[in-house]
């Protein structure tokens, strides 16, 4: 049983890591099969309306925003971002905290995984873009560090 819980840990691990929405792995004996739940696609619904008018804009500020704002924390997968540990606690970083190299300063949860994101270098949180509750993409900026 605890092989069959690796497998489909590792297929879960896959399908973040890929941003896929269904997957399937098989073997002598075995067969596990995962499909996102649809409300992944719900989360991402309301989030559409407020992206579609400023689509346009942020498309031609984003390749001078990383110079101006310092070193973007991206997310390493597409899932939900959160900006606390917890509903109650508070939150890993605000902006105009000092972070370092390696501290946690978000989590991206994906398959029901809690990844945690640490920054990859020293400096000042200058902007946090990503909203807590918001379906990122990989690669997408989460925040910025100067």
């Known amino acids: 049983m605890s092989d069959l819980k690796r497998r489909m840990d590792e297929l879960a691990g896959l399908m973040a890591e890929f941003g896929l929405d269904e997957a399937e792995w098989s073997g002598p004996g075995w067969r596990v099969a995962f499909r996102r739940r649809r409300a992944a696609a719900a ?5 559409a309306p407020e992206a579609e008018p400023e689509a346009a804009e942020p498309v ?5 925003a990383p110079r101006s704002l310092g070193t973007p924390v991206s997310s390493p997968m597409a899932g939900v ?3 606390t540990p917890s509903p109650s606690a508070p939150p890993f970083v605000k902006e105009g905290d000092s972070v370092v190299a390696g501290q946690v300063v978000a989590i991206i949860e994906a398959m029901k995984v ?3 994101i640490t920054a990859p270098v020293s400096g000042k949180v200058t902007s946090i873009v990503a909203r807590p509750g918001q379906l990122v993409e990989a690669g997408q900026p989460l925040l910025y560090i100067a």
């Open 114 to 116: 809690m990844n945690e």
């Open 43 to 47: 989360v991402a619904a309301p989030l």
């Open 60 to 64: 031609s500020e984003q390749p001078s």
């Open 81 to 83: 971002f959160y900006a």
